[in-house]
């Protein structure tokens, strides 16, 4: 049977944070000293727009342990003139920006992730890019490297987004260890207009008619790729 924390943990991993309250919450009432509930309390709080909720368990955990790291750094994120009526607006934002369509979404976890410090700056509902290099694809953070797509679904985009499809990423659960993206379809070209990017099952590449383009980067008004540009690194197994 799966224990009490490693259900708040997967909650907050899929992005069920009504649930991931409730769950973190019956472990701080059996554990009120329990800063990594505290924690994963104030960051479902603060998705769903309860910013009043988030300071008030990021300061209990600092009450715990003064020097924790996390509750120190995401404490000061918190605008200071924010209300709940404003940030709820933010949280109605965050689930209309994770509506899934069939076949045009598609929430995956991300391999050879960066290291911890760089996956705990990003938050729910941020905009990341995705850049194709070497028939692979990046997923970037500005310039920064976070990690990249499995090789079925990255050959399977290529594919589309060399013939004219559009794409947005965004990070939907960020936790250190584990990088979950949302991908939506945003353009889809009339060639291809039956042809979902998405599948069910196993998201294998397709063979279109032409033989795929030079692979480039997919952001609007990409430059030219800087020549110290090279994930090889992050990219090894």
Do not use: C, H
């Not at 769903?48 to 008030?56: A, D, F, I, P, V």
């Amino acid at each position: 049977m799966i224990s009490l924390q490693n259900q708040a943990i997967n909650t907050a991993l899929t992005g069920d944070w009504e649930k991931a309250v409730k769950l973190n919450k019956s472990l701080i009432k059996g554990n009120p000293n329990d800063t990594d509930a505290l924690n994963r309390l104030a960051f479902a709080f603060s998705i769903l727009g309860k910013s009043k909720e988030t300071k008030l368990n990021y300061q209990k955990v600092l009450k715990i342990d003064p020097l924790n790291p996390i509750a120190l750094r995401n404490i000061k994120r918190i605008p200071t003139s924010a209300t709940n009526t404003d940030s709820n607006t933010n949280g109605y934002k965050l689930r209309n920006i994770f509506l899934e369509e069939p076949g045009k979404t598609k929430i995956v976890e991300l391999l050879n992730i960066a290291p911890v410090e760089v996956i705990n700056m990003l938050k729910t509902g941020q905009l990341l890019s995705l850049s194709i290099k070497r028939l692979k694809i990046f997923v970037l953070f500005g310039k920064q490297y976070v990690g990249m797509l499995s090789d079925d679904i990255a050959k399977r985009l290529i594919k589309f987004i060399e013939a004219g499809n559009l794409y947005e990423a965004y990070t939907k659960s960020a936790n250190g260890k584990t990088l979950i993206i949302f991908i939506k379809e945003t353009k889809r070209v009339s060639k291809y207009k039956d042809q979902p990017s998405f599948t069910y099952g196993t998201d294998s590449a397709f063979t279109f008619d032409k033989t795929p383009k030079k692979t480039k980067s997919i952001k609007k008004n990409d430059e030219e790729d800087d020549e110290d540009s090279d994930y090889s690194d992050e990219a090894e197994a």
